[in-house]
């Protein structure tokens, strides 16, 4: 971890699967975020097309890493496979059909580093489990985005309110679109609070579940009132396909489960810290093998194993050898 809190290191995660014709615009985008600091990781969910081949000429850079996965475990534990092999002060996560703008990252850092936030005493900061006129130290920074949907729509979303739709679902009336939520995935997370709350649940409504639970668990969220992110919406995105959608029984499914969650808290006050559970995790190829790290974050002890492996293991740099087998 780096001694200068104020130029926290960011891991920009890019997950990604069978995405080959978008991928590279997506890393180009965060190779051209302005904060200096920062390294792009591409875990690559075993994509079956040619992603490694659209990626090939960013694999021998000293801050960028192209992890592929032996297997396809599904857009949240290909997040969190990101999270257990890297260790920066801070993490975002852009789709691989997200266009960030070139300023997004290094506005949130300035949030996230700002040592003059405090506790309000005219909120009831103790219900959040803080003291008033305390610092803070925000635990993520969100900002809002805009959405390009399948039939040219743009749509702008600003309703900092829907944050709290799965408490308050009063709240979020005149929404324009399902799921017209500030997003939580596009987040930048201070490593302490995924530490305290864990990585994301295996499920398709893994951001909606993550963002519950570190809001419901106190933790400082702090959203930029302006679009720093473009999100393109295309009929395989997980939002529209049939099989994922917001009428599919998948995802119905998933609501289910984090609407109980939800009724566990206000039953007990707290939910608890997802335990990332991968015990199978492999991975085929790596890029920058030096760029393997293991991160402090709640996981099972077979997933620690998994990714101890991972990391003992003698891997050769891309450049060294001629191609991905």
């Not at 999270?83 to 997004?104: C, M, N, Q, W, Y």
Request: aromatic share 6%.
């Amino acid at each position: 971890m780096t001694a200068d809190p104020m130029s926290p290191r960011v891991d920009i995660i890019i997950p990604t699967y069978n995405r080959a014709h978008l991928i590279e615009t997506a890393v180009r985008a965060a190779l051209e975020q302005s904060w200096w600091h920062k390294r792009i990781t591409v875990v690559d969910d075993a994509s079956t097309d040619d992603t490694w081949r659209a990626l090939r000429p960013y694999l021998n850079r000293d801050d960028f890493n192209y992890i592929r996965l032996s297997r396809n475990h599904g857009t949240a534990q290909a997040k969190n496979a990101g999270l257990l092999l890297t260790d920066g002060e801070a993490v975002t996560f852009h789709d691989s059909d997200d266009i960030p703008h070139r300023d997004k990252v290094l506005r949130q850092v300035r949030v996230l580093t700002a040592q003059d936030i405090h506790a309000d005493p005219c909120l009831n900061w103790r219900i959040a489990g803080h003291t008033p006129s305390s610092r803070l130290d925000v635990g993520v920074v969100l900002s809002h985005h805009e959405l390009l949907l399948p039939d040219g729509r743009r749509v702008e979303i600003r309703r900092d309110l829907s944050l709290l739709d799965d408490v308050f679902p009063n709240l979020q009336m005149g929404s324009q679109v399902p799921g017209e939520w500030t997003h939580i995935n596009s987040g930048l997370f201070r490593h302490e609070m995924l530490s305290r709350v864990g990585g994301f649940a295996n499920c398709i409504e893994e951001d909606r579940e993550l963002r519950n639970r570190l809001i419901l668990n106190g933790e400082v969220v702090w959203v930029i009132p302006e679009i720093l992110l473009t999100k393109i919406e295309t009929p395989g995105s997980l939002t529209q396909a049939v099989g994922s959608n917001y009428e599919s029984s998948a995802r119905r499914f998933d609501r289910d489960t984090v609407w109980r969650k939800v009724d566990d808290w206000r039953a007990h006050g707290t939910v608890e810290a997802e335990t990332i559970d991968l015990p199978n995790l492999a991975i085929d190829f790596v890029s920058n093998p030096d760029m393997l790290a293991c991160r402090d974050i709640p996981a099972t002890a077979s997933t620690g194993r998994a990714v101890s492996a991972i990391i003992r293991t003698p891997y050769t740099r891309f450049g060294e050898v001629e191609a991905i087998a």
